[in-house]
Nanobody, 126 residues
Framework: VQLQACGGGLVQTGGSLRLSCAVS????????MGWFRQAPGKEREFVAT????????YYTDSVKGRFTISRGNAKTTMYLQMNSLKPEDTAVYYC????????????????????WGQGTLVTVSS
């Protein structure tokens, strides 16, 4: 199983970025997917999650209305569109996959996920 995140970079406050997570080695449309981020000196935190079909999404409060999670099951790729970026969004962003048939939860904890990508750095300048 491989998850490859990309799309990070340096952007000014108020700018936008689109992260991608290319996935291989699993039946993509059966896996709940998620984005997490980790700022320097802080723990990894939940950002957003999307169901296998893409029909259900959930966001942490701080990104609601600014970030949009989506997936293209035909391309086995997940996305995170980030608009109105703020300096506090600066972090390494990680994508993660949750195996199917685990008990149903809103997967907002790192322990809810089984596979992780390597991370992509997003820096928002003030």
């Amino acid at each position: 199983v491989q998850l490859q995140a990309c799309g990070g970079g340096l952007v000014q406050t108020g700018g936008s970025l689109r992260l991608s997570c290319a996935v291989s080695g699993l039946t993509f449309n059966t896996y709940t997917m998620g984005w997490f981020r980790q700022a320097p000196g802080k723990e990894r935190e939940f950002v957003a999650t999307i169901s296998g079909s893409g029909g259900s999404t959930y966001y942490t409060d701080s990104v609601k209305g600014r970030f949009t999670i989506s997936r293209g099951n035909a391309k086995t790729t997940m996305y995170l569109q980030m608009n109105s970026l703020k300096p506090e969004d600066t972090a390494v962003y990680y994508c993660a996959a949750r195996r199917p048939f685990r008990p149903t939860v809103v997967a907002t904890n790192t322990q809810h996920y089984d596979y992780w990508g390597q991370g992509t750095l997003v820096t928002v300048s003030s």
